[in-house]
C-alpha cells in the first residue's frame, strides 16, 4: 500500500482495516450505541456515554432553568456538527485532501408553542442550517466532492433528515 | 393562582409565563439555538455552546479514533434522553405529579457500512429504543398520559421521527 499511513492525524490504516472488516463480514457494521440519562432535579439531567464524564444539561432561565448547561436541542447541534467533523476529517483523510482548519456553525430553529402544549403543531426543528468553513489548498472539484459526501453520509445528518424509529417505553 | 410554585424543583411560575407570553405573541415563542464546532485534529473535535464548556467528541479507537469522548451518535442519545427529562419534569408539574426517580435508558442501531462508503443506504440511526423508568406515587392513569404527552411534545424526539431540512453550505 502507498497510502501515507496518517493524513489530519487521521489512522487510516485503522479506518481502512473496519472498512475491509465490515465488507468481508457485515454483521461486523452491525453497531448499538447507548447513553444513560439521570434526572438530578428541575430542568437538569446528566447523560452518561460509557465511562466518560456526563454530558450535563440543563435549559436558559427563560425556559425556566438555571441555565448551568446548554440545553438538549444545543446538544443535538453539538452532535451534528461533531459528526460532521468526524465525517470531513475520515473523507479527507482517505481522498488525500489535507485540512488546514474546519470549523462549522449550526443554527436551528423552534417553535416552542407544541413542546410548551399551547398549540398542535411539531415540537421539534423545522429547519437547521449547518455553515461549513474549510480551509485546504486541495483543487475546488476534490473540496466540493468532500462536501457532497460528507453530507450524503453523515450518521447524525441522516438521522434528522429521515424519520426514524423511537419506541419509548415505561419500564 | 393557587398552584404550588415549586415541584420537582421546576419554578412553575416561570414556566407557566412563558407559556402564557408564546399564546399572547407567538414570535415569543419563535426561537433559534446554535452552536460552533471547531475541529482539533483526527477526529476529535469541540462543540462550543454559548459560554459553557465545550462538548468534546471522539471516535472509539475501533473506528479509528482516540477514544478521549463520546461519539457524535452517543451524544445525539444524550441529547434525546435529556430532553425527554425535561419534558418529563414540565409536564409532571403543571400536572401536579412528584417524580421521587427518573432514568431513561437510550440503545440505537447504526449499520457502518453507509458511513464508511462501503455500501449505499441509510448512514443514520435505523431504530432508537428508550426505556424510561419512572418512579412516583402518582396514579397510573396520570403516569400513561404523562408518558404519552412527553413522547409527544419532545423537540429532540420529534426532530428524530419527523423528516426535517438540513442544509450543509460551504463559506
Same mark, same amino acid.
Given at each position: 500500500m502507498s497510502t501515507a499511513q496518517s493524513l489530519n492525524d487521521v489512522n487510516l490504516e485503522a479506518v481502512g482495516g473496519l472498512a475491509a472488516a465490515v465488507t468481508?463480514?457485515?454483521?461486523?457494521?452491525?453497531?448499538t450505541?447507548?447513553?444513560n440519562v439521570h434526572w438530578?432535579?428541575?430542568?437538569?439531567?446528566?447523560?452518561?456515554v460509557r465511562e466518560f464524564a456526563p454530558i450535563k444539561s440543563d435549559e436558559p432561565a427563560g425556559l425556566g432553568g438555571g441555565d448551568s448547561?446548554?440545553?438538549? +436541542? /444545543?446538544?443535538? !447541534?453539538?452532535?451534528?456538527?461533531?459528526?460532521l467533523a468526524v465525517g470531513y476529517a475520515a473523507n479527507a483523510s482517505v481522498a488525500g485532501i489535507e485540512i488546514k482548519e474546519l470549523d462549522i456553525r449550526l443554527d436551528g430553529d423552534i417553535d416552542l408553542r407544541p413542546f410548551l402544549g399551547v398549540m398542535p403543531g411539531h415540537p421539534g426543528y423545522s429547519d437547521?442550517? +449547518? /455553515?461549513?468553513? !474549510?480551509?485546504?489548498d486541495?483543487?475546488?472539484e476534490q473540496i466540493a466532492a468532500l462536501h457532497e459526501q460528507v453530507a450524503a453520509t453523515s450518521p447524525v445528518g441522516k438521522s434528522l433528515?429521515?424519520?426514524i424509529p423511537v419506541s419509548i417505553k415505561a419500564v
Open positions: 468481508a463480514d457485515p454483521a461486523k457494521a452491525q453497531t450505541w447507548s447513553a438530578t432535579g428541575a430542568f437538569q439531567s446528566e447523560a452518561k448547561a446548554p440545553n438538549p +436541542v /444545543e446538544q443535538l !447541534l453539538a452532535a451534528l456538527g461533531n459528526c437547521i442550517r +449547518v /455553515e461549513v468553513s !474549510l480551509v485546504s486541495a483543487p475546488a433528515t429521515a424519520a
